[in-house]
């Protein structure tokens, strides 16, 4: 019997850490349920806060970064945790309930990171266009950066409420697509094959301090700090 | 015509509209239907003008709310959003079924029972803001008294019970939405079935979420209240990312009682005009009472989300 309690929290742990490597019995056994748990943490910027102005100013890139990335990941811990318990308690009901939760706070800090590096100041090559095969895969799908541009600025300003919009890669079908997301959801639940190469925040507070109710001018502006060179990175390693 | 007086909230029988037609035909001497046109066309003078809606101005100066809620939230939130709003259905709608008819008429038909047409957000949003701003007063907050307080003490427990409720559904709206306060009416919408008789005791106070432009209009018999808007454009330039701030704030020092009170009166004043009408109908022609149709189940958006 205290064996076999051992063991299933032994292989919930592995299940609910980023680590694949198993974990000794006695570790299991000192450790409480959190520390089993991987604990998601802020993503540092790879530039300054002031580096995206006056595209994006500072004041909105902190409070962006460090208040509501931040929420969102303090919030995702909080229901893994609540997850964890309920699993291991076989509670089924709060199992599903905290779906919800998950699902918005863990898709708040998948979307964050990506938008993070999707970023680049003007200096550091923000917005020079995509030339290698992304490039042409655009011109392919899209005709030109430009109606790209068009199509994705379109998509974000038609964008009820809060969401984002994507550009991303179709593994499957291998071509480009452009996509909305209501609210937090990641890319992904379009469709198991897509993976995001760009995506853009559309919720008020990417852009309000500064653009107010104007997102269409925000859409338009943010292109000259859009980091095509990472874009670019994940489209030759997925498509290959 | 934007007034939120002027709702009468979906009827449970055939003819769900039938409770805002009023609008219209009470005015039968300035406005006539036009077939050719399809649409409501006022005569004036030798000109024909459609009727749009209007931007209807909060019930107070625009810097009534500071420091709470700020002018310049005000100048953007009613002076662009709303605006931009009404200004959008108006295109919409022009030489459309939807043209012509009143606000919450709209709201309905381009609710289209959650499959929704394009002028759907357009006109909630604009009901929606004209409800919000006249949820709100200058030196509101404190405590409701009355039918009002008695009723939330008999719904939520305490009066600080509904407020850590209302607090709690206004922070978990995920994205942009509204939280409610309710009146919801305890019917069966089944078939042919009569409905036993609704006792006093049946109705209740209900506090619920909707995502973007949704409000309770489109679920059936639920009476909005009280509403908050938590898209973030409505506290972002005044609290930033601290919605519960605003949220409390709001409960604390805004809304106007006063008004959820007489929307309350209203509400019953309607229900009870409505089952009176039931009521004669069952006992005049017996035989009449199949002819209910089935209403779709409210969409319930109140889940708890504790995290």
Redesign the interface.
């Known amino acids: 019997m205290a064996v076999r309690t051992l063991l299933s929290r032994k292989t919930l742990s592995s299940i609910f850490r980023n680590d694949p490597k198993p974990i000794g019995a006695a570790a299991a056994a000192a450790s409480t349920q959190s520390r089993d748990l991987h604990v998601f943490t802020l993503p540092d910027l790879a530039y300054d806060y002031g580096a995206l102005e006056p595209v994006i100013s500072g004041e909105i890139m902190q409070i962006h970064h460090q208040k509501h990335h931040q929420t969102y990941i303090t919030n995702y811990n909080k229901a893994l945790e609540q997850l964890h318990d309920a699993v291991g308690k076989a509670d089924a009901s709060t199992t599903v309930k905290l779906q919800n939760a998950i699902k918005f706070n863990g898709g708040g800090h998948i979307n964050h990171s990506i938008f993070w590096k999707n970023l680049a100041p003007v200096r550091e090559g923000g917005g020079e266009p995509p030339k290698d095969s992304l490039g042409w895969a655009i011109d392919t799908h899209f005709g030109s950066l430009e109606a790209l541009i068009q199509n994705v600025n379109a998509e974000g300003a038609a964008l009820q409420g809060s969401g984002w919009v994507w550009l991303g890669l179709d593994k499957e079908l291998k071509r480009l697509v452009v996509e909305t997301t209501a609210n937090q959801d990641p890319l992904v639940t379009k469709g198991p094959s897509l993976v995001p190469l760009l995506g853009i925040d559309v919720w008020e507070h990417a852009y309000y301090l500064q653009y107010k109710n104007v997102r269409p001018d925000y859409l338009k502006n943010i292109w000259k700090v859009i980091n095509w060179k990472y874009a670019s990175e994940v489209y030759e390693k997925e498509s290959s | 015509m934007l007034s939120p007086s002027a709702f009468v909230p979906t009827s449970h029988s055939n003819g769900c509209f039938a409770g805002f037609l009023n609008l219209p035909s009470s005015s039968a001497t300035t406005f006539q239907f036009s077939k050719k046109q399809g649409s409501w066309i006022r005569k004036a003078g030798d000109t024909e003008i459609t009727a749009k809606f209007e931007l209807k101005p909060p019930p107070y100066p625009l810097d009534a709310l500071e420091p709470i809620m700020s002018q310049e939230t005000f100048e953007?939130h009613w002076g662009?959003?709303h605006r931009?709003y009404v200004d959008n259905l108006n295109k919409q709608i022009e030489g459309t079924d939807l043209d012509g008819k009143s606000l919450e008429e709209t709201i309905i038909m381009a609710y289209n029972n959650g499959d929704i047409l394009p002028a759907f957000?357009n006109a909630a949003q604009v009901w929606n803001h004209d409800f919000f701003w006249e949820s709100m007063k200058p030196g509101g907050g404190g405590k409701p008294s009355g039918e009002l307080l008695k009723l939330i003490e008999r719904d939520f427990g305490s009066f600080e019970k509904f407020v850590d409720q209302f607090k709690l559904v206004a922070s978990t709206q995920?994205?942009?939405?509204w939280a409610w306060l309710a009146y919801k009416e305890s019917r069966l919408d089944v078939g042919n079935a009569v409905n036993p008789l609704a006792t006093e005791e049946d109705k209740k106070l209900v506090v619920l979420k909707s995502?973007?432009?949704v409000n309770p209009l489109v679920w059936n018999h639920h009476h909005p209240l009280l509403t908050i808007d938590v898209?973030?454009?409505a506290y972002?330039?005044d609290y930033?990312?601290r919605r519960l701030d605003y949220i409390s704030v709001f409960i604390d020092k805004l809304v106007s009682w006063d008004a959820v009170s007489s929307r309350l009166e209203k509400a019953k004043a309607v229900i009870a005009e409505r089952e009176r009408e039931e009521d004669r109908k069952r006992r005049g022609e017996g035989k009449s009472t199949t002819g209910k149709e089935a209403t779709p189940t409210p969409e319930i958006l109140a889940?708890i989300?504790t995290?």
């Open positions: 953007y662009k959003h931009a957000n995920f994205g942009s939405g995502p973007n432009a898209w973030e454009h972002y330039l930033q990312n889940d989300d995290n």
